[in-house]
């Protein structure tokens, strides 16, 4: 992920709206650009939600023997 940060340009992409002028049928307006999108930083954050995803499905797959463990009752150990 730092190398492609450190890699990135300049180069974004814009996200625009386009809006209807009028009633139902009539023609659009001229669009709006919402905001500019660095094409680095968001290749670097896909990048890193993938990484992601393996540390989740082990999550996933943990949490509910764990759930169980703590629901069930303690198992007292004997002494001595």
Known sequence: MIAVLALANDFTLPIVARYMSGPPGSTFAEP?????T?????????LRSISLLPLLSRI???LPSLQRRANSEPKLLPLG
Request: net charge neutral; charged share 10%; proline share 6%.
């Open 38 to 46: 660095p094409v680095g930083l968001g290749v670097a954050l896909f």
């Open 32 to 36: 709006i650009t919402l905001l500019d």
């Open 60 to 62: 996933s797959k943990v």
